[in-house]
């Protein structure tokens, strides 16, 4: 059974950082898709960084970039994210996911074509 559990969300102010972290499990294929999402109040849900397993670049909504970086810890089955500049359009439920991947290709997905998800951690950038 694949489980993905975030944590590290919180209250920051504009300008702040915070580093949100999901640990993985089940995953026992060795190529997937994963990916960061955020969906605000009364929003659909926006890919915001994601990156292949099995290498390539990440990538970024452009409103992220400059500002967020996805990283992984293979030994630890973590994917990170860190999150600097922040701002109070950037207030959200952040969601980490997963999509079994083994011909890599393009990551940067809508969220209905990831199919494992964790609870989310909430973001709250306040002015």
């Known amino acids: 059974e694949v489980q993905l559990v975030e944590s590290g969300g919180g209250s920051v102010e504009t300008g702040g950082s915070l580093t949100l972290s999901c640990v993985a499990s089940?995953?026992?294929?060795?190529?997937?898709?994963m990916g960061w999402f955020r969906q605000a109040a009364g929003k659909e849900r926006e890919a915001v960084a994601s990156?292949?397993?099995?290498?390539?670049?990440?990538y970024y909504a452009d409103s992220v970039q400059g500002r967020f970086t996805i990283s992984q810890d293979n030994a630890m089955n973590a994917m990170y994210l860190q999150m600097n500049s922040l701002q109070p359009e950037d207030t959200a439920m952040y969601y980490c996911a997963a999509d079994y991947d083994p011909f890599g290709g393009n990551c940067f997905r809508d969220w209905n074509e990831y199919n494992f998800w964790g609870q989310g951690t909430q973001v709250t950038v306040s002015s």
């Open positions: 990156f292949y397993t099995g290498g390539g670049s990440a």
């Open positions: 089940g995953l026992t294929h060795s190529y997937y898709c």
